[in-house]
């Protein structure tokens, strides 16, 4: 098992955000932690990151209680941006190939080619959506174990957001594993190999996507609306 949330609970102000969470995550497949906003989405991945502390259970990352090394096999595209404006497309490239040991830097000038990202660009001249393609190239550029995408079409267009998914699903290593959580459910689902439905604070439903497709006779997205009446 490549990660395990056994019992995962966090409190904030002593309100239950995450409410005994259990959830098992394989290699080699597509996940979508789906959700709409503010239902414990983003917690449960700061988490997983080791950014936030548990109240209690424990989370497993090959067998062993996630912190430092996990860090080293995890790649996390946050769901807001961290780049410093001042710095050039190229100096960050360069930064994380130095911090990152897995960093493959001919995939991301590709990448920057393929987005259409200019590398003697300065961050503070690119868009929104612009930044967030750049945060995607860095995250898929790394050779991890898995990768965690916390909403990662919110900033782009319609038109561009099949572009973005078709760059994740070709770029990740091969028997690694991707977590994408989004409340986007129709523009992703296509990609996915397993869904998570989460709820204020609780996983209500995991489930093989096409089965569950083929169960309900519906789309992910159609089945979601219905469950939680969107």
Known sequence: ?????????????????????????????????????????????????????????????????????????????????YLDKDMKVESVIKYFEEFYEDFNTKKAYKLLKDLDLDKDKKISKMS?????????????????????????????????????????????????????STHLISDIERILDNVIFIDKGKIVLTEDADKLREKEKSSIDEIFRRSFKC
């Not at 019992?7 to 080699?28: A, P, Q, R, S, Y």
């Not at 996940?31 to 548990?54: A, E, F, H, M, Q």
């Open 1 to 81: 098992m490549l990660l395990e949330c056994k019992n995962v609970t966090k409190k904030f102000d002593n309100k239950k955000v995450l409410d005994n969470i259990n959830l098992k995550i394989e290699k080699g497949k597509i996940y979508g932690l789906l959700g709409k906003n503010g239902v414990g989405k983003s917690t449960l991945i700061k988490l997983i990151n080791d950014l936030l502390t548990l109240d209690e259970g424990e989370i497993l990352f090959k067998g062993k209680p996630i912190g430092v090394s996990s860090k080293s096999h995890i790649s996390y595209l946050p769901e807001r941006t």
């Open 128 to 180: 929104k959506g612009m930044q967030e393609k750049l945060q995607l190239i860095l995250v898929m550029s790394r050779e991890a174990d898995l990768y965690i995408l916390d909403e990662p079409l919110g900033g782009v267009d319609p038109a561009t957001r099949d572009y973005i998914l078709d760059t994740i699903l070709s770029n990740f290593k091969e028997g690694s594993s991707v977590i994408i």
